[in-house]
């Protein structure tokens, strides 16, 4: 099968070339907006504005995002969950903890109802993980992700080195913890319980919690449609060779100046460049290698990889000095500069084809 054929060498050393030469514009000179690329240019308020006058967000990104990958991932888009045309377990524009039995624990989770929610109209479900040490609550007060238009769940991890919460793949996860199938039975509490759309289930993350995002996308390709990891560390070490056997859509965003999780990687720590891991995504996905690239002043460079197979597509978020932060925040959400030039919480709406937060 066509998808699970190792990338060749070759190609992933151009595409990583490619990415340097892309973040490589963070300091050089700007950058014109084709057409296209115009559709995601930031808005005064940051989130993603539609095309060039018009005044309008971007819809769902048949331009700006993931095209025709935002749909299929468990079915076809518009699929209704068997919890649709119940009453939902709590009112909607709130947050609730449930807690999801998987794996012999009891596993935490906040569940957010936008304020449009409906039991009769499926809704997209947004998966959040937390970095190392943090917990769902903290995450949910700095990303602002609440603000999108789907159904944004929150779940903590398990304690791990240090007492630290944690996600699987990384070398201070908790032992014999597996959170991928904590995943899909935190899936199946929300599809019995709300009406959601199971083709439209997307993970991001910061940090530990946004290189499980990447697990997910290697283990749980028929439920998760795309992934946006920011600041993710992606450990080489623990885990099966990643072969979805379909094209997943990936956004990356990271800071140039993370001093955590270093832009260009920690080989003692098993930690990749950032390039080279976007580099396996554009090969993995079948991308022309050399992207569409342009410059948000001062700082932030954007790269987009168009071409791919099924529609999929493959972006790359580079912030010059940018450090182990969430863009746009303005709680604290990790140590170095935050850039308020983008937001990422707008920045993975617009990818998923959700539009900004609300």
Not at 30 to 39: E, I, L, M, Q, R
Not at 178 to 205: I, K, Q, Y
């Amino acid at each position: 099968m066509g998808a699970t054929r190792r990338p060749g060498g070759r190609r992933l050393r151009a595409v990583a070339a490619a990415c340097l030469a892309a973040a490589a514009l963070t300091t050089g000179a700007a950058v014109a907006p084709t057409p296209s690329d115009a559709a995601v240019a930031p808005t005064a308020s940051g989130a993603p504005a539609g095309p060039a006058g018009s005044g309008a967000p971007a819809g769902p990104a048949g331009a700006a995002g993931l095209g025709a990958a935002a749909g299929p991932a468990g079915g076809p888009a518009g699929a209704r969950s068997p919890g649709c045309g119940l009453i939902p377990p709590q009112a909607p524009g709130t947050t609730a903890v449930r807690t999801v039995d998987s794996g012999g624990l009891a596993r935490t989770v906040r569940v957010h109802l936008p304020e449009g929610y409906r039991p009769d109209r499926p809704t997209p479900v947004v998966l959040v993980f937390h970095g190392r040490g943090n917990d769902g609550a903290t995450t949910e007060d700095f990303s602002g992700l609440s603000g999108l238009p789907a159904v944004v769940a929150y779940p903590d991890g398990v304690p791990g080195g240090e007492g630290k919460r944690s996600w699987q793949g990384a070398p201070y996860s908790a032992p014999g913890v597996d959170d991928v199938a904590f995943t899909g039975d935190l899936l199946d509490e929300l599809e019995s319980t709300l009406c959601v759309d199971p083709g439209r289930v997307f993970a991001t993350g910061k940090s530990n919690g946004g290189g499980f995002t990447e697990i997910l996308a290697c283990r749980m390709p028929d439920r998760i449609a795309a992934i946006a990891p920011v600041a993710g560390a992606y450990y080489r070490d623990g885990e099966p060779p990643c072969r979805p056997g379909r094209p997943v859509p990936a956004l990356f965003v990271h800071g140039t100046g993370d001093a955590t999780i270093p832009y260009t990687g920690d080989a003692d720590r098993g930690l990749p460049a950032i390039p080279a891991k976007v580099a396996e995504w554009v090969a993995r996905d079948g991308c022309r290698a050399r992207p569409q690239t342009r410059r948000i002043e001062p700082d932030v460079t954007i790269a987009t990889w168009r071409g791919c197979r099924d529609g999929a597509r493959v972006r790359h978020v580079a912030v010059d000095g940018g450090g182990h932060t969430w863009p746009g925040a303005t709680a604290y959400s990790g140590g170095g500069v935050t850039t308020q030039t983008v937001r990422a919480t707008a920045l993975v709406g617009d990818f998923f084809g959700l539009g900004g937060p609300r």
